[in-house]
């Protein structure tokens, strides 16, 4: 059991840890016993932390998470770069396959996206990705919206559920036995988990589609019912199990046991 105490009222909270998927810290004054890590860890809870402004910036990684770690890990280093080339053109074709039904979902965009999700080339040689991102972007927030990392509202929310997302995935990475710090496409030296930001693109929609509900009820900003309603994705929208999924069938690509990378379809 997961043991919650306030220090002022003393009051106690119990939890199953067995109930508990993901655990976000977020609150620089919050104290977690060394045993409790060590078992969070092993039943591989996903256990963020936050900084000052309250933005994920780390997470608890078991190194142990998959019995058939190392030689999983080999065959990924050992991957050609045709074998990625591909993994790579299923990404895109699945993130703009969805980008396409969220705006379909929303009455915005029937079917706007098809030519580019039909047309991708191996490693998105011809940039599918990045034309249909200027038309998605344009018909879901409008002309006057830039997305950028640094840019206004709702641009902060969209960090946050990204940051969200990734910690998620660079875990279910991790239980099957991939290396998050090899990535496919994104090779940043300064990026922990390119893996993870390679494979949560087809994932993006679905933080989209919720941060446009929360503009409707007048969320524009992180804060604490922002982040409560971003977290809901992870246990009511994304379809349970999706991102266990997702990377037991990368690994099977590499391992030479299947040839998709399966995704769900929001």
């Not at 919720?210 to 969320?219: S, V």
Request: charged fraction near 25%.
């Amino acid at each position: 059991m997961l043991v919650i105490t306030d220090r002022e009222t003393e009051e106690m909270t119990l939890r199953s840890l067995e109930d508990i998927q993901m655990i976000m810290v977020d609150n620089h004054s919050v104290k977690i016993t060394i045993p409790l890590i060590a078992k969070l860890s092993k039943l591989n809870i996903g256990v963020v932390f936050c900084d000052e402004k309250h933005m994920p910036v780390s997470m608890l990684l078991d190194m142990e998470s998959n019995t058939l770690q190392s030689k999983r890990i080999r065959c990924q280093l050992a991957a050609s770069k045709p074998v990625n080339k591909q993994i790579w053109k299923q990404i895109v074709e699945a993130k703009i396959r969805n980008q396409s039904l969220l705006l379909e979902k929303l009455g915005i965009g029937k079917s706007l996206l098809t030519t580019y999700y039909n047309n991708v080339k191996s490693g998105d040689s011809t940039n599918r990705e990045g034309v249909a991102a200027r038309v998605y972007w344009l018909k879901l927030m409008g002309k006057d919206f830039i997305r950028d990392r640094f840019g206004g509202p709702p641009n902060a929310l969209l960090n946050y559920g990204y940051a969200v997302l990734r910690s998620m995935l660079a875990r279910s990475l991790m239980n099957a036995g991939l290396l998050p710090l090899v990535g496919i496409f994104h090779h940043n030296c300064h990026d922990a988990f390119p893996l993870a930001d390679d494979v949560m693109e087809p994932y993006r929609p679905y933080v989209d589609n919720q941060i446009i509900r929360m503009m409707k009820d007048g969320l524009t900003e992180v804060c604490r019912e922002s982040k409560r309603r971003l977290l809901e994705l992870f246990y009511q929208n994304i379809p349970a199990d999706a991102l266990t999924l997702t990377a037991s069938t990368l690994a099977g690509i590499y391992e030479g046991n299947g040839r998709v990378i399966v995704y769900p379809t929001i």
